[in-house]
Every structure is written in structure tokens, then in C-alpha cells.
């Protein structure tokens, strides 16, 4: 069956500009999560969505990243006037369902969006 | 202090060794427990769930300790494809955290 998937798989933009990054879970999949990993480093838990709501939006780095997600399933991340310190590889994951116990927690995650910012 | 904090390695060790990681949390009300791998430039994947009581699967053993806050993993008789980064993850009720990962390169 289709895993995550996200695109696109590889973003250069110049400093100032939007991006906008993609995310298609797997069917089913009611628990969605956005991360970023910069070169070298661990994840960064950016915002997770359960359903269409998103409980806790602290991990967002600054008000320029916002994310929705409509429908119950595909999830956009939008980086407004992105800086260089935004470069960094963006992965989204999903499971089951989030806070229902271990088996349904299980994340899966996609390739991944790598942004570079010029 | 970090809330998920490993050891970052590099673990050098060589093939069929046993290696033990740990990977200690500040938040005491966090519920759920895991470790995933990661290969150089490759998503994340779960390796095991931490189950309270500890589980083991085939080479790897995962423990939980409450009391101290901490979760580990044991590989025993380890191979040249266990190389990896790996990454503990501690999740909350509306919080996920992923330690930075600890490295591991098994040597012929």
C-alpha cells in the first residue's frame, strides 16, 4: 500500500520568498505530524494534527510557519518569507491516531521535503 | 536541560559485540516510548515500541525505567547493517520529542 508522501522532494527558493510543502498520509491515518531536521541534527517536533485540529501549535518555530490540514487528510506547511536558517529537511509522519496507545502511535514517515533557502 | 537527551557517539564497536544505548527525559508525565532508526539521509523508522514492563525483539531489547526517567536499548550479537543513528522518542499528550540521536557503526 502508498506510504507518506510528500512533495516536492526538493525546494530552492530565494530568502524572502513562500514556500508551501505537502503532505499526503496513509489512508486511515488520522494523526499527522510535521518535523524539521537541519544537517546533522536530531527532529524537530514542529506541529501535529489529530483530525483536522492541531492542539498544541508551540513547536512552530516563529508566526512565519503555519500549518492546516483539511478534510482529514492532506496537510500543508507554509514557510512565509523564508530565511536561510529555514533550509533544513521537512518530514511529515502519521500513525493511526495520536494518544490512543502505543500500537496506533506507530509513526510512519515520508521522504521528506528538502528546502534550501538561498 | 534538554527534554530527551542521548549520548551522540559515534559507538564504534565491532560486529557481533552488544551495545547499550540510554536515552534519559525531564518530563515525568510523558506516556509513550520508542525507538526508530535513521540511515544517513533516509527518513526515520520505528525500530521498537518501550513497553512498561520492557519487550524484547529478536537482538534488541528496550527497557523503560519510570523512576529514573529513562528508556534504553540493548543490541545484542550486533551486524554491519545495525550502523545506523538512533533516535529516542518520548511523546506527551500534544507533544512528541525526538532525542538527537545516537550513532552507532559496527566494524567488521
Known amino acids: 500500500g502508498a506510504g507518506v508522501s510528500q512533495s516536492p522532494s526538493n525546494k530552492v527558493t530565494e530568502k524572502g520568498k513562500d514556500v508551501e510543502l505537502r503532505c499526503d498520509p496513509i489512508s486511515g491515518h488520522t494523526a499527522l505530524y510535521w518535523y524539521r531536521q537541519s544537517l546533522g541534527q536530531g527532529l524537530e517536533f514542529l506541529i501535529y494534527f489529530q483530525g483536522n485540529s492541531a492542539p498544541d501549535k508551540s513547536g512552530l518555530p516563529s508566526d512565519r510557519f503555519s500549518a492546516e490540514r483539511t478534510g482529514g487528510s492532506v496537510s500543508t506547511l507554509t514557510i512565509q518569507r523564508t530565511q536561510q536558517e529555514d533550509s533544513a529537511v521537512y518530514l511529515c509522519?502519521?500513525?493511526?491516531?495520536?494518544?490512543?496507545?502505543?500500537?496506533?502511535?506507530?509513526?510512519?514517515f515520508g521522504p521528506g521535503t528538502r528546502l534550501l533557502v538561498l | 536541560r534538554k527534554e530527551v537527551e542521548q549520548d551522540p557517539g559515534p559507538f564504534n564497536v565491532p560486529e557481533g559485540a552488544t551495545v547499550a544505548f540510554n536515552c534519559t527525559y525531564s518530563?515525568?508525565?510523558?506516556?509513550?516510548f520508542f525507538w526508530y532508526r535513521q540511515d544517513c539521509r533516509k527518513e526515520p523508522k520505528l525500530l521498537m515500541s518501550v513497553y512498561s514492563s520492557g519487550n524484547e525483539d529478536g537482538r534488541f531489547t528496550a527497557q523503560l525505567n519510570r523512576a529514573s526517567q529513562y528508556i534504553s536499548l540493548l543490541i545484542r550479537d550486533s551486524k554491519l547493517s545495525d550502523s545506523a543513528t538512533y533516535l529516542c522518542?518520548?511523546?506527551?499528550?500534544?507533544?512528541?520529542?525526538f532525542g538527537s540521536g545516537t550513532r552507532l557503526s559496527i566494524r567488521p
Open positions: 518530563n515525568s508525565a510523558s506516556q509513550s
Open positions: 509522519a502519521s500513525s493511526l491516531r495520536h494518544g490512543q496507545g502505543i500500537r496506533k502511535e506507530t509513526q510512519y
Open positions: 522518542v518520548v511523546k506527551g499528550a500534544s507533544k512528541i520529542i
